[in-house]
């Protein structure tokens, strides 16, 4: 279309045609990077934490390390001594349990006892009183030291001394009243007549 028509179509109304887009440029090439040395694997740059040694620690105090040490010393004896404070203790009661059923099969058919006895004799066991009942002979040969009395079970057997002194042999505690005969009176109070009450009198 020559340019005067195309004059005469623009003042007429008409728009010209709208330009053909232009063909794309092509596309910037990526520069390369270039090349930068891996300062971790050349260890060059910045030094790499991990591989530089540490300083050394100062050492603690002699004065700390010899406390430290005695303390744990000195608790490992604590334990050692309430372990071995526990093992005595049961081993006592084991041999107490032994010997008090080695008693009760020592003093069968060897108390003395009567059921009808009208005399009451008192001593001290345990730091209590405790009393017995015995007839006049019994009373006789209980002070003259020719009869004692054990203890077993909460009872108090009358037996004579040769078991006393048997009964002894195998359980101490449980001798509850042994008689000097050699002692003086004052020594054992309760045997006096004078302290022998009637079974109705409460202590």
Known sequence: MSNS??????????????????????????????????????GRGKPSQAGRPRPPRPPKPQGDIDLAKAYAIRAQQDKDERIEAERLKQEEARLRREARAKLEAF????????????????????GKIKRIHVNADQLKALNAGALGVVQLNGRYLLVDADTLAQAEAIFPPAVALKVD??????DDP?????????????W
Not at 190 to 202: M, S
């Open 107 to 126: 003093l069968i058919d060897k108390a003395l006892n009567f059921a009808d006895a009208d005399h009451v004799r008192h001593f001290d066991y345990g």
């Open 181 to 186: 005969p050699n002692a003086p009176v004052a």
């Open 5 to 42: 028509l195309r004059d005469q179509l623009l003042g007429l109304g008409f728009k010209s045609a709208p330009k053909p887009p232009s063909p794309a440029k092509p596309a910037a090439r990526e520069r390369p990077q270039s090349h930068r040395p891996n300062t971790e694997a050349t």
């Open 190 to 202: 309760y045997a006096d007549p004078q302290y022998q009450v009637p079974d109705d009198l409460v």
